[in-house]
């Protein structure tokens, strides 16, 4: 009974020594999920992504491409490194919620939608809110986690370094 009391106990240690950690993984793929959509749609051109939201019936939709590159963009950016992530979450949020009632909605919940295979490759439908939601539920995880070690935000918040005290300080001689 303690070998294996041991092993619980081992294995709750090592959790815990990790559990700052885990918030890594899920900061580097969204983040990195954010800047492969804001460089796709750049690289197309925002005038593209314009006609897009001007189809859809968005109002402004030169300056909502613009709005929208820029967010996922920065967002982007901000949570690969970890760097003002409550701030950056907002908008991040608020983009990924548009999307779902002005896009993926009437697509239904799955993002996958396999229609067809067919020469070695597989056709899919249009995606639904599944990815959106997904997002929303990690961005919000990384808002309620907080800064995790090898982040911008862990460096920001951290206690500042206590100051060795100079000669007059000290009650030293001159």
């Known amino acids: 009974m303690s070998a294996l009391l041991a092993k619980v106990l081992a294995r709750q240690d090592v959790r815990a020594k990790f559990a700052p950690y885990a918030a890594i993984p899920l900061r580097l793929i969204v983040g990195y999920g954010f800047l492969a959509h804001a460089v796709a749609k750049w690289h197309k051109g925002p005038a593209a992504f314009a006609a897009i939201l001007r189809a859809i019936g968005v109002p402004s939709p030169q300056l909502m491409a613009w709005l929208t590159i820029s967010t996922e963009f920065l967002a982007g950016i901000a949570i690969l490194i970890g760097a003002f992530v409550s701030l950056v979450s907002i908008p991040a949020i608020i983009l990924l919620a548009v999307a779902v009632f002005t896009v993926h909605l009437p697509y239904g919940f799955t993002s996958i939608k396999l229609l ?50 100079g000669p007059k300080e000290s009650g030293g001689m001159n």
């Open 116 to 165: 067809s295979f067919s020469e070695g490759r597989a056709r899919f439908g249009p995606p639904g809110y599944e990815c959106n939601l997904l997002y929303i539920a990690c961005v919000l995880a990384l808002m309620l986690i907080g800064p995790s070690p090898w982040s911008v935000d862990n460096y920001r918040f951290r206690a500042p370094l206590s100051r060795v005290p």
